[in-house]
């Protein structure tokens, strides 16, 4: 991924190489990458991979859960998540990791998912829509104005 | 204790999740349960919030075994767990299944439907003629008490009141012990208006022991059995509302039973008519010292509830003693004498009424199993076309467990189809019998009161639930052996197999010997419902001997009080005879104590010039006590001599007429002259002045034509104690009814009629089984034939099709259309011949056993067993010869490719 920061769109539309969009099919490409429509991020998977950035080597089912209904406000539930990690996983964006019994009396393995590279691409290329979305507008005034 | 998660939940959650996740989940909420209730939350909340959990996790958990949510073009992953894992996948797969063999799978769910539906409906209806259990509190506990007299073959012999007093002081089993009787009598709230009901006569133990409280009131006390002490009526919920219009103020109001004062004290709940279907309940006054003619003393039935503790052997031990000291304490009275003790429900419940149904249910899960039979059939059919199909399946990395799950999810979707419609087909064959029961009861002008309460049809979801559940049982077995069988298939050897079906080509003794039981079964059930449905046919089309049509008769009975002597009451029947030109367009109007099909009372008889050495050794026949016009109004004319004239009255030469039976039987040639006796030495000697035609002067349908005399009623030397009066008249059904009402009140407008109706109604009253289960008999018939024939031809239609290969090899050698037919039909005949001479031989034997519910059909009736064999040879055939000549239209080209 190449595109850092804000571009002029006329050159987002235009560059090659690294990045290069359709005007006809309106798909967003990188690196080569045919990125159709399941690489998109949806709404919750975007808010796991976040959580998954924040809680570092600590996610797993029950942490995810509670991250997301502590900071997004949003009550989940833990089959939902679970879900969602293997739908992640599929896509190579997530890694699953069974961990040995802790050290504890009647102490339990668990399943520790860690974002990789693709991951954090995507949550990237996310993060550029959705600044993309939002250059030149503030966003907060118009709300406020509807 | 530490609270923990409620199991419910974390099985549903162990069912739905993923078996790779299944652990982690199940151990992260119980992780979070422990943590909500470390902080204080509460138990309560900390199962609701798991609950929450457990519920939402479903939908996602469940779309990741459906597949969903994977990137395109990714195969879902192959992870076999238990339960719901891949539960959707199958039955997607089912029902793609179901689709490709379209008229497999609507033969199946129809077969089903038609099975279930039909077995559940009789069902219900059994249980609505048999009470499982009678409507009273524990009532298994509940015996019925009677005496017996072993070398008379008698079995019910009631108790006397001087029996009842002794068997009360000597038992101790039962805690409360009581008698009862029934009878007729009329009541009336105020001096006039009148009805006649049944009633019944109890001792204070019997309403004890049923254990049933009145709605209001009281039941009968210990005293009120006492002479002169039971001036006192409890009146059943439905008399209630007829005579007090339910009015709650009814207790200490005063009824008038046979125009005796009696105090109501209680009023029943509704649907109370012990013993059968009576109205109201009187003290039963037990009187050693008189109770009726000592000769022949009043007696009663007996009922008991056991005593907390006491089983039944122990009560039928000691009363066996307490019979056996009785006999030798009193060897005048009770020598001989022995006890019986059988469940009241044995006692009010006749045996054959029992046989009779049970026979039917019996019948009808005949046809579930033809049903059941045809299924089995139609999926190892199925299976054996698919083997290929599952065997390269299981190449591919298929388990077994996977294969037979995936066909079971098949049968299971059609059970569940076809079980919905079986489920529906049962309410509407439940809605179906009753009206139809109800518009028969209606056409014999019955009342709800002469329906035991006991009788309902109701909706008992358990007899559905029962069906379904053995339906579905006996389908996922059957769809079981052939997904066993099929996916024990080795690959290679299945898809070696050239012929499609070339290994199936006998289908397996298994699946022959099911087509040989179906045309066994359908053949008996056939026979069975062709005996019946011809009984129905015979009914309504036989020409009775003696008129209905314009025929309209009424009952009542002369109460002694106001009708003390024989004087009295021809008086009255004189009056009420005269008033005849009352009626509209009547003809002729006549009395009697009976009527044609509803029977007469027997007597003893004597013939003039035999000899009798005791009582014991007079021939028996039907005495009918008649004024001169009955053989006019029923439209009868003598087959010899004449019939009465207004000249046979009392004073004048006592004659008698006898019908045909008695002719043949007692008289030799020309009976006119005889001269007969009814009893001996006071009796009259009676000249025979005619013969008449058989009249049914038996209960009809009972069988036969008893040996039968008549006699002028005002020469009679007993009153009957019921009179009919009937009258021919053409005017309007209902104006005449009601002018016999106007016309009888118009000379006692105390005295109640009941039976008011047509001929027909009383006739139908007489024959209302036949209209009512003719109908379903017929239906067993219908519906058996077609389980037999669907069968039949789903099984043929598909072995055939397996063939289609080697039709084609066959007719590319230059063998013929017809010669293919005749190869195929072969194996169907031989299979119809089995199945029909095994159904025709148990029929042979079972029909003799329903012999009495026929009318005028013999059990083994040639007409029914030819016709039925007949019936079944041509669904045969059609079965067999369609499909094979399907296949043999096919080209050849597509025959010898297999497709």
Known sequence: MVSRGRWPSHWRMFCKGDYYSSPLQNITVDRGEDVSKGAHLGEFEHLVLLALLRLKDDAYGVTVRQEIQRRAGRRVAIGAVYACLERLERKGYVTAQVSDPQPVPGGRSRKYFVLTSEGGAALRRAREMMDRMTEGIHVDAELEAL | ?899
């Open chain 2, 1 to 899: 204790m530490r609270a923990r998660p409620p199991r419910a939940a974390r099985a549903l959650l162990y069912l739905a999740a993923p078996k790779q996740d299944r652990t982690f989940i199940l151990e992260d909420l119980e992780g979070e349960f422990a943590g909500m209730l470390r902080q204080g939350r509460g138990a309560r909340e900390a199962r609701r919030w798991y609950w929450g959990q457990a519920m939402a996790s479903l939908w996602p958990s469940l779309r990741r075994m459906g597949g969903r949510g994977r990137p395109p073009g990714e195969a879902p992953s192959h992870t076999p767990g238990l339960g719901l894992d891949t539960l959707v996948q199958d039955l997607r797969y089912g029902f793609r299944m179901l689709f490709r063999y379209p008229v497999l799978s609507v033969t199946v769910i129809v077969t089903l439907g038609l099975g279930i539906g039909f077995t559940s409906t009789v069902f219900n209806i059994v249980k609505g003629f048999v009470p499982r259990e009678l409507p009273y509190p524990d009532s298994g506990r509940i015996l019925a008490v009677d005496l017996t007299k072993p070398t008379e073959g008698i079995d019910d012999l009631g108790f006397t009141a001087v029996d009842l007093v002794r068997w009360r002081e000597r038992q101790t089993v039962f805690e409360s012990l009581g008698a009862y009787g029934w009878g007729g009598g009329n009541l009336s709230v105020e001096e006039g208006r009148a009805e006649r009901r049944s009633g019944g006569f109890l001792t204070a133990g019997v309403l004890e022991a049923l254990k049933v409280q009145p709605i209001l009131g009281r039941i009968f006390r210990a005293e009120e059995e006492r002479p002169g002490e039971g001036g006192v009526i409890i009146l059943g919920h439905e008399l209630w509302q007829s005579l007090f219009d339910g009015a709650s103020d009814v207790l200490g109001k005063t009824v008038y039973v046979d125009r005796q004062p009696r105090t109501v004290v209680g009023i029943m709940p509704e649907g109370f008519m012990f013993p059968q279907t009576q109205s109201f309940w009187i003290p039963l006054t037990v009187d050693p010292v008189a109770s009726g003619d000592p000769g022949n003393p009043d007696r009663w039935m007996v009922v008991g509830r056991l005593a907390d503790g006491v089983s039944r052997g122990r009560a039928e031990a000691q009363l066996r003693s307490i019979a056996a000291r009785l006999q030798s304490e009193f060897p005048a009275d009770d020598a001989g004498v022995g006890v019986l003790v059988r469940s009241l429900k044995e006692r009010i419940v006749p045996p054959q009424y029992l046989a009779l149904f049970y026979t039917m249910l019996a019948t009808t899960f005949g046809v579930l199993l033809i049903a059941c039979a045809n299924v089995a059939n139609l999926l190892l059919a199925r299976a054996s076309v698919r083997t290929r199909e599952v065997a390269l399946r299981g190449a591919l990395g298929a388990g077994r467990g996977r294969l037979v799950r995936q066909m079971l999810a098949e049968v299971l979707i059609l059970s569940v189809v076809g079980g919905g419609i079986g489920l529906w087909l049962g309410l509407v064959g439940l809605d179906w019998f009753q009206a139809t029961f109800d518009h028969v009861m209606a056409a014999a002008g019955g009342r709800a009161d002469e329906i035991p309460g006991w009788m309902t049809f109701d909706r008992d979801l358990r007899a559905y639930l029962f069906v379904a559940g053995a339906t579905v049982l006996s389908c996922a077995f059957a769809g079981m052996v052939p997904a066993l069988r099929a996916s024990a298939t080795e690959a290679g050897e299945a898809i070696k197999a050239g012929s499609r079906g070339s290994r199936d080509l006998t289908q397996g003794r298994f699946t022959s010997s099911l087509v040989v039981a179906e045309v066994a079964m359908s053949c008996l059930l056939l026979i069975l419902a062709g005996l019946m449905a011809k009984s129905v046919t015979q009914l309504g089309t036989v020409a009775l001997p003696w008129r209905t049509e314009d025929v309209f008769t009424a009952r009542f009975a002369l109460p002694e009080e106001e009708y003390p002597e024989a004087a009295d009451r021809s008086a009255f029947y004189e009056r009420l005879l005269g008033k005849v030109k009352t009626i509209p367009g009547a003809v002729v109007a006549s009395l009697s104590d009976g009527l044609p099909g509803m029977g007469h009372g027997s007597t003893g008889f004597e013939l003039e010039g035999r000899t009798y050495a005791a009582d014991e050794d007079l021939p028996r026949a039907r005495l009918g006590r008649v004024t001169p016009t009955f053989f006019e109004t029923f439209g009868v004319r003598a087959v010899r001599g004449r019939v009465f004239a207004d000249a046979d009255r009392a004073g004048t030469l006592p004659v008698a007429l006898v019908n045909e039976s008695f002719a043949r039987t007692h008289l030799d040639g020309d009976p006119l002259g005889d001269r007969v006796r009814t009893g001996r030495d006071d009796a009259l000697w009676r000249t025979v002045v005619g013969v008449v035609p058989d009249l049914s002067m038996e209960m009809f349908g009972s069988g036969g034509d008893p040996d039968g005399i008549y006699v002028p009623l005002s020469q009679a030397e007993t009153d009957p104690y019921y009179t009919y009066f009937t009258v021919r008249a053409n005017g309007p059904s209902k104006a005449v009814l009601t002018s016999i009402r106007d016309a009888v009140g118009s000379l006692d407008r105390y005295l109640p009629l009941e039976m008011v109706l047509p001929m027909d109604g009383i006739m139908l009253r007489l024959t209302w089984f036949y209209p009512v289960f003719g109908k379903l008999f017929m239906l067993f018939g219908i519906v058996a034939l077609f389980l037999g024939a669907i069968g039949l031809y789903g099984v043929m239609s598909f072995a055939v099709t397996q063939r289609t290969q080697e039709m084609g090899v066959r007719m590319a050698l230059g063998a013929e259309g017809r010669g293919l037919v005749g190869l195929v039909m072969r194996k169907g005949l031989i299979q119809l011949a089995l199945g029909l001479g095994i159904g025709l031989g148990v029929a042979l034997l079972a029909a003799g056993r329903m012999a009495f519910l026929m009318y005028e059909v013999g059990p083994r009736d040639p007409w029914v067993f030819a016709g039925v064999t007949a019936t079944l040879a041509a669904a045969a055939l059609v079965a067999t010869i369609v499909p094979a000549r399907r296949v043999t239209k096919v080209d050849v080209v597509v025959a010898l490719r297999g497709e």
